[in-house]
């Protein structure tokens, strides 16, 4: 079994700054690539930023030069550090992440439960 567990969300003021956390545990063989999502009240879930296991990046338009995403394999942990928060990036925060386990060849993706980010004064 492979769980992907969010934290480090909650209420900050337009400005601030928030690190989001997604830790990878279970029987790992492999992470390759991962990725966090957001989904706001009645929008479809998209693509933040995401992250190869070769440490290449990818950031969404409306997030470039806030937001760096980075890992730790070491710890199977993937962070989102975003500053300069706006009141558009309120919305419930996904990690994803594509996983070997070890007693298997294949590659699945995995997501975590979700961690809320509210941006408002």
């Known amino acids: 079994q492979v769980q992907l567990v969010e934290s480090g969300g909650g209420l900050v003021q337009p400005g601030g700054s928030l690190r989001l956390s997604c830790a990878a545990s279970g029987s790992i063989g492999s992470i390759y690539t991962m990725a966090w999502y957001r989904q706001a009240p009645g929008k479809q879930r998209d693509l933040v930023a995401s992250i190869t296991s070769g440490g290449d990046t990818n950031y969404r338009d409306s997030v470039k030069g806030r937001a760096t995403i980075s890992r730790d394999d070491a710890k199977n942990t993937m962070y989102l550090q975003m500053n300069s928060l706006k009141p558009e990036d309120t919305a419930v925060y996904y990690c994803?992440?594509?996983?070997?386990?070890?007693?298997?060849?294949?590659?699945?993706?995995?997501w975590g439960q979700g961690t809320q980010v509210t941006v408002s004064s």
């Open positions: 994803n992440a594509d996983i070997r386990r070890a007693i298997d060849t294949r590659v699945r993706s995995y």
